[in-house]
């Protein structure tokens, strides 16, 4: 199995910035496309940003599109967000995700998800 940990969360105020990791175990951590999916509180997980296993194509939900960047180095087992200008709507619990079938956005179409980290943003 894969096994994926989150790091980095933490609290901000708006149009500042904060760096997620997420550590993946296993050595076939490179196949695996890579996601971040988000969760307010009320709210469905929604997705966020993805990556294809080989890095080549990103994706972002809309709303964050030119904030965040989403990326990976298969070296280290790490995928990455890098969150600016970041707004008090993206407060949430931040998950990273690994699935086998592509970057996509729906959360039931991955196979591993990490135990989430807080982002809060305040005002």
């Known amino acids: 199995q894969v096994q994926l940990v989150e790091s980095g969360g933490g609290l901000v105020q708006a149009g500042g910035s904060l760096r997620l990791s997420c550590a993946a175990s296993?050595?076939?951590?490179?196949?695996?496309?890579m996601g971040w999916f988000r969760q307010a509180p009320g709210k469905e997980r929604e997705f966020v940003a993805a990556m294809s296993w080989s890095g080549g194509n990103t994706y972002y939900k809309y709303s964050v599109k030119g904030r965040f960047t989403i990326s990976r180095d298969n070296a280290k087992n790490t995928v990455y967000l890098q969150m600016n200008s970041l707004k008090p709507e993206d407060t949430a619990v931040y998950y990273c995700a690994a699935g086998s079938r592509g970057p996509v956005a729906l959360p039931r179409l991955y196979d591993y998800w990490g135990q989430g980290t807080q982002v809060t943003v305040s005002s």
């Open positions: 296993g050595r076939t951590f490179s196949t695996y496309a």
